[in-house]
């Protein structure tokens, strides 16, 4: 692979030098612990509710560092001033996490579903690692055990829609196959691969539609196709993170070749409808038939959706050594790094319009925060640095 | 005024050869009932799924034009056709609505707040002034009654956040002033003038901020300012099209000046706030401190903030003879005329980019059906026809 070494340097110096100190130095809540996540361009707090989506991340974040990068007091501190903010306030007394809390932690919103508690899980495990304290290990499996028993209990999470039309979501099985790796990893217990054997079996069974050549969002219960706006709905950016989930999982099983060619089979249906032909980058939303979409953002430019398929496009070539997915890292990594980095203040702008130009100059927000781009910075340098080392 | 007569044939046409022919043209299910609102450009139906806010507003429109423009069969038969939809299948057996069924009637969707039943409202309350028939009056109180109830019950919708942070939506009052305005008229009962006048009174003690001139979405309990996101964000069109409840109410009381006051301001406030200086036309949401805003589309371009304006600036100027009000029509006019409008296959596009192209071609979906766009045209005709006949 051409560049390697220059891609390398950039996604670890970009890690290291530019994305971690920007949230090291404006989100850290010395006063009440956690981060805050709503930033200015510049840094400025300018929302000081904590979503606990971003307080997990934030901590796994820093203790995957601790982990994997290198062994500084300073990422364990700060790992440690996340997993302590939800312990203190993160929890229900029903055993349910909440969604979003003020600054000093007092609840405002819980919802339906279980995505705070797929980040906790995470962030407990992999600070369990770094620490070897036990307890954290115990709430790993605590909120995992949450995550599954919601997400594969029907009925558990009130439905949106009546039982005329009942749906499954590829959100569930996919971000439930990423927390379990995650969870196998940290706490080195091989008894999460038969929970990923699962979701891996139902993304198979109901969300590959090998006739549109589509990975599907939304089916019915029994993978029927929903011809309305909402099953209708691709999101070409959530289908390739979860590509990259198959891929890992194929590294994972000693380069498992059905694994790998479902997860490139799920990368070259997604890039095709995703990747916008006329002004570059990946669609936010397209429509399976190609008919109007109904969410209004569906032609923006969101960061994560970037990250995603960077991460993707690469392991895909360390896996298969296609040229076209060297070919395809190169365009997507281009276009994301013309446009999403800001060189005055540094971090990625979140929200572009179609050809490019910045919609909102904010860091940070409820959905955006420490998450995504060290995630695609940290492990786009370690497949390079495996490229090298081959 | 300039152009009154011109103003007064491109609304008067536009209404009747263009917007209610398109939409009786193809959304009317002959099969099913009711009314199809999701359609592309050319009217083809792309989504069979029904709203209940849309029946209730396609049936009100139909009733509305029998009422008041002319007393044609076809009209009062498709306001018989939507309101025997709404009959049959809008109500769940707790007296509340549904907001989406299927094409069948099946309930798909019911969601805690109380608009299809506002909608039904004055869809039944019109088609009892068309028809005589008492039973449309008394369906139209039921409703009204459940809105005024589940609007002014504290805990009667179940809140999105938790008792640390209890806030009242604009929406509210706004919408129930509209409402009980068509029940007084179309019931001739004098008696909703009670609501109104405590709904205006909500909106001038809670969203009437003078420190910031702005209108406000969402407050506290009280009134507090919440300078969160949530809090921040203003919604000019939906702030202007409060602000012609208001000066429609103060033509119902012999142009009461207390209301022309209270309306313009609100109108004064939000112009400035919601008019595009660089671009033109109407931003869709702004931040009150000049701050992110977090909603994507905050600056996209969408219908019906153009029809609202397009009736509160008219209206003002029919109240106060102000330049500026002519001024700021014609503004606001020209933009939505030269933008919003299919020259080719008719109706309005409905989500543009903030500099006017079109973002998504489609005429309807569960938001747009017909509503803000031929009670434009019927209201500025009429304003139109007042101002002339003077």
Known sequence: MENIHKYSEIYKEGLLENIIPFWTKHSVDKKFGGFLSCLDRDGTVIDTDKGLWQIG???????????????????LDLAKNGVEFLDKHG????????????????????????????????????YFKATGEEIYAEKARFCFDTYFRYCTT???????????????????????????????KNLNDDNYTHYIDNWLEEIQRYFINEEYQAVMEVVGENGEFIDHFDGRTLNPGHAIEGAWFVMQEAICRNKDEKLIQLGTKMLDWMWEIGWDKEYGGML?????????VQEYWHDMKFWWPHNETII????????????????????????????????????????????GRVSVPLKGNIWK????????????WQICERIKNR
């Open 154 to 184: 029907p009925g558990l999470i009130a439905p949106k829609l009546t039982e005329n039309r009942k749906t499954r979501g590829m959100g569930g099985p996919m971000i439930g196959i990423a927390t379990a790796q995650e969870l196998r």
């Open 284 to 292: 936010y939303f397209r429509d399976i038939k190609g008919l109007p």
């Open 57 to 75: 991340r934030f901590s796994w974040v820093y203790a995957t560092l601790y982990n994997e990068v290198e062994q500084r007091q300073e990422w």
């Open 91 to 126: 929890f229900d007394k029903d055993g349910r996490m909440f969604f979003v809390v003020d600054r000093e932690g007092n609840p405002i919103r819980k919802r339906r579903y279980v995505f705070s508690e797929s980040f906790a899980a995470i962030a407990y495990a992999a």
């Open 369 to 380: 925060g420490l998450f995504h781009i060290p995630r695609m910075y940290l492990m786009a």
């Open 312 to 355: 993707a496009t690469l392991m895909a070539y360390e896996l298969t050594g296609d040229k076209k997915y060297e070919e395809w890292h190169k365009k997507v990594h281009d276009w994301a790094f013309s446009h999403f980095p800001d060189k005055e203040h540094g971090e990625w702008y979140g929200y572009l319009h179609r050809d």
